[in-house]
């Protein structure tokens, strides 16, 4: 069962030419444990009034350059956007008898933790309020909201394909004993309290032999105080994490929130299946929870039409799909 943790190979979600790089200012900062880390500033479109400042969360296997893929559409809408690696990845230093994985660890929450008191200083050194918002994809989503529970300064969070690591470790242990056991009385009539057991002990296993533990983003989002604007995103094709996954922390969450469920989106794949509304989604949750000042001039070109269609979208919430129906083929949005 360790080897769920320890192997379980990600998707492939950033191609070598998925997208045109972008370039900030680069910068070194430290992590909450003190390791060395390096991130990159992006100045939005803004002409001095910026809207917000919005920090930007990775992939596993990913870099601070992927942020590309996802935040052109908020620069252009004069947000500001920082940017930066997680340990072991990019530019970033590795820790000594640390591997990182696929799920959201401690060390992760220890990087995100010192991204935002990095930004907060460099906010406040700018004249500017400590208001930040926060873009998450898969772990890094979960890493955004771990880091997120007692600080007031995050104002708004968008998460891409997240899950929480002990309903996960739960889905895989029952999937595998599907495949595996020999008898299968044996895995349909275990009641939920073995697998919550067989999952903490898993845990208790993994703290001990991988050096790390990994924090449940279910149990933060309840916890949250207090609870902040979150706009959920999954891939209805999403064969690594499913939908139900992204419906359960949606419920754990209070405050508003929606989740939108892209029809034919693998993991991770969402911005690329559905680009236009995907810009629309994000700037328009950012420009209503997170936005210090309107725009200055006609620089959002069709986004801004977009834009005001997700508003009116948002404010006319439908019922949420059934978990074991899963996803129409149709845009599933609801929220409050």
Not at 214 to 221: D, G, Q, T
Not at 318 to 336: E, L, M, W
Request: hydrophobic residues 35%; glycine residues 8%; proline residues 8%.
């Amino acid at each position: 069962m360790l080897n769920i943790i320890r192997d379980t190979p990600p998707p492939l979600a950033m191609g070598p030419r998925d997208f045109e790089r972008i370039d900030g200012e680069r910068v070194t900062f430290r992590a909450f444990d003190n390791l060395n880390l390096c991130g990159m500033l992006l100045r939005g479109n803004h002409g001095g009034s910026p809207k917000g400042m919005i920090i930007f969360s990775h992939e596993f296997s990913s870099d601070m350059y992927s942020c590309a893929r996802y935040c052109r559409p908020l620069l252009a809408r004069g947000y500001d956007v920082f940017s930066f690696d997680y340990r072991g990845h990019g530019e970033s230093s590795h820790e000594p008898g640390y591997q990182p994985r696929q799920w959201p660890s401690d060390r992760e929450v220890n990087d995100m933790l010192g991204a935002i008191a990095y930004v907060s200083e460099w906010l406040e050194r700018e004249g500017r309020g400590p208001e930040i918002g926060l873009f998450g994809i898969s772990r890094g989503a979960g890493a955004a909201i771990l880091a997120s529970v007692d600080d007031p300064r995050i104002k708004a969070i968008v998460t891409d394909g997240v899950f929480s690591s002990d309903t996960v470790l739960e889905y895989l242990m029952k999937r595998w004993a599907y495949i595996f056991a020999k008898v299968r009385f044996l895995y349909e009539n275990h009641p939920p309290q073995f697998w919550r057991f067989l999952r903490w002990m898993l845990f208790r296993a993994c703290r001990r032999k991988l050096n790390c533990s990994f924090p449940s983003v279910r149990k933060a989002l309840k916890a949250m105080q207090p609870a902040r604007p979150l706009l959920f995103i999954h891939g209805e094709r999403d064969s690594y994490i499913p939908v139900e996954q992204s419906q359960l922390l949606y419920e754990a969450a209070g405050g508003p929130k929606s989740l939108w469920v892209v029809p034919g989106a693998k993991h991770n794949q969402s911005v690329i299946v559905r680009p236009e509304h995907y810009a629309m989604r994000t700037v328009a949750f950012f420009d209503e929870y997170l936005a210090q000042s309107q725009p200055q001039g006609p620089t959002q070109g069709p986004v801004q039409a977009l834009t005001q269609e997700a508003n009116q979208e948002r404010r006319s919430p439908t019922s949420p799909p059934s978990p074991s129906t899963g996803a129409s083929k149709a845009d599933v949005v609801f929220g409050r």
